[in-house]
């Protein structure tokens, strides 16, 4: 049998754990030394025989999922569970990490790398920081569940030999097989050996655009040697992929190590020799507790290593109590939203409504609404409701929050919006009005008696001001002086009109509604001047009827 070789490890540790030069990666506390190892003759001597079983867990890189979720045999994916059959899983998780290539050690972006990597599996187990791990411990077999009492992982190793480019399943079996015999694993049914390979490599099939001829679809997938009966993960270097396998989608550049490896991490756990343990033979997304929530909701775990990304896993208990299935915390949950009652806003009137709402463990949430009036959202962050709705009618909304454990909670309700329809009136007690209610193109508009007619039933809807189904318009978007008239509303700037806090009606081209020398006398055509702010330019909305 070889012997282990321990080349620099000194070095090559402080090397790794150390701020790589130019890479921000988080400083891992407490870690172990890496052992550097050269496997290439056990690796050649173990390729022969070397079988991977069943690959399971495959992350699909984002947009290259083949076949969504279907619905299962009485519900709708992904919210069918887990089912156990019959296998074991793992109640003691030992994670041994496996740098594959010499270029971990001598290249400043993969050091960082592994850096990041080491701090996230070594953070994993340690309570009460990891919520997240125990997620698993509600699936077991016939002789216990998983518990965690401390760290995760055992070491990390740095192989310093070459990867084969485009490394095979069998290949990769070989290396799980090589370095469990070399360093002597004996409890290999609670190990999982997480093969990290050096950038460039190019797993067979791993998606990234320099790889596989582009036509690559995966991030990572986990599997057990045949032969010797080993749980490992192939787990490529997914910055080669970019966002494709979740480089800075929360935090920073390493987010798909974590989100990726540990989704293998916790189906390793719950299903170690695939597909015996627990999965859904119903859902075409792969079935297991990782793959049911892959790319879901993603969020930050806070370990005593650092803060780092990770994807929710499926709980079937969580699904029973809340219709929650897929969480990023073991702890219990609820989240309340506030009703806040029906609501009427007017069309064309500017309208704000904040939503409230508490997570029982004081978690961030964050907002979403179906059903708003045309005109108004809602603020992802904050839950406020705001802008000016268009149109009129009731609409039937919900409103949901969410917190980071991917609880949830809503409240429903129904939004009016009148027309706005009614009279425009001046500070000087005249409404503004279309001349002889005319529906012709150029009648003027004028100033007149408030008197209830159809010619001064006005809306304000997506800044045009209407009446007698035509507009207020600008002709020829002119200057101070130009005399306004009624014609065919056609979206153009010389018929938009902002209503400000003060009463004014400002024109695309800044100039305001006006009543000409602040005059009093029926028929008085309307025109444009200066906004001054005077009296003779404060006009009302229109008066709201149903």
Not at 253 to 279: L, N, R
């Amino acid at each position: 049998m070889l012997k282990r070789v321990i080349v620099g490890a000194t070095a090559i540790a402080a090397c790794l754990l150390g701020l790589a030069a130019g890479a921000q990666a988080q400083t891992v506390k407490n870690a172990p030394p890496i052992k550097v190892i050269n496997l290439h003759s056990a690796y050649e001597k173990a390729l022969p025989h070397a079988r991977a079983g069943k690959i399971a867990g495959i992350v699909y890189a984002r947009g290259k999922h083949p076949a969504m979720h279907k619905l299962g045999p009485s519900c709708s994916e992904p919210n069918c569970p887990l089912v156990y059959n019959g296998g074991s899983v793992q109640h003691n998780p030992q994670v041994y990490l496996l740098l594959w290539g010499p270029n971990w050690s001598s290249d400043a972006s993969q050091t960082a790398s592994a850096n990041y990597m080491q701090g996230f599996y070594g953070g994993l187990g340690v309570g009460p920081d990891d919520d997240w791990s125990t997620i698993t411990s509600q699936y077991g077999d016939g002789s216990g569940f998983p518990t965690f009492t401390g760290s995760v992982l055992v070491g990390t190793w740095q192989d310093s030999s070459t990867p084969p480019t485009g490394v095979d399943q069998n290949q990769l079996s070989a290396e799980a097989e090589a370095f469990a015999s070399f360093i002597g694993i004996t409890d290999l049914k609670n190990s999982q050996i997480v093969i990290a390979t050096q950038s460039g490599t190019c797993p067979q099939g791993f998606y990234a655009p320099g790889c596989n001829g582009g036509s690559g679809y995966y991030c990572a997938w986990h599997a057990a040697s045949n032969n010797t009966n080993v749980p490992f993960t192939n787990l490529p270097y997914v910055l080669d992929s970019g966002s494709g396998c979740g480089e800075n989608l929360v935090q920073n550049q390493w987010d798909g190590f974590s989100i990726v490896g540990g989704h293998e991490y916790a189906e390793t756990i719950t299903d170690p020799f695939p597909v015996t343990g627990w999965w859904d033979s119903a859902d075409s997304s792969g079935g297991e507790i990782g793959d049911k929530c892959a790319w879901m909701n993603l969020g930050v775990l806070a370990l005593s290593t650092g803060s780092y990304a990770v994807q929710p896993l499926y709980s079937n208990s969580a699904f029973t109590s809340t219709g929650t299935g897929c969480v990023r915390s073991s702890s219990a949950d609820t989240v309340t939203v506030t009703n806040p009652g029906n609501q009427t806003s007017t069309a064309g009137v500017f309208t704000k409504l904040q939503m409230m709402g508490n997570s029982s463990g004081g978690n961030t949430l964050s907002w979403s609404a179906t059903g708003l009036p045309a005109g108004l959202k809602i603020n992802a962050t904050s839950g406020r409701i705001s802008g000016t709705p268009t149109g009129n009618g009731t609409s039937n909304v919900t409103v949901t929050a969410a917190d980071t454990t991917g609880a949830t909670g809503n409240a429903s309700f129904t939004w009016a919006i009148n027309s706005g329809g009614g009279a425009i009136t001046s500070s000087l007690g005249k409404c503004l009005d279309d001349f002889k209610s005319s529906t012709l193109n150029h009648n003027k508009i004028d100033i007149y008696t408030c008197n209830g007619s159809a010619a001064q039933q006005w809306t304000y809807a997506g800044n045009t001001l209407k009446v007698v189904g035509k507009c207020l318009d600008d002709p020829r978007y002119g200057g101070a002086g130009t005399a306004l008239i009624l014609y065919s509303c056609n979206g153009g700037a010389n018929q938009m009109w902002t209503h400000m806090t003060d009463g004014e009606y400002v024109g695309d081209h800044g100039l305001c509604l006006t009543d000409p020398g602040s005059s009093t006398t029926n028929g008085t055509q309307v025109t444009l001047d200066v906004c001054t702010g005077a009296a003779n330019q404060i006009w009302s909305l229109p008066t709201a009827r149903p």
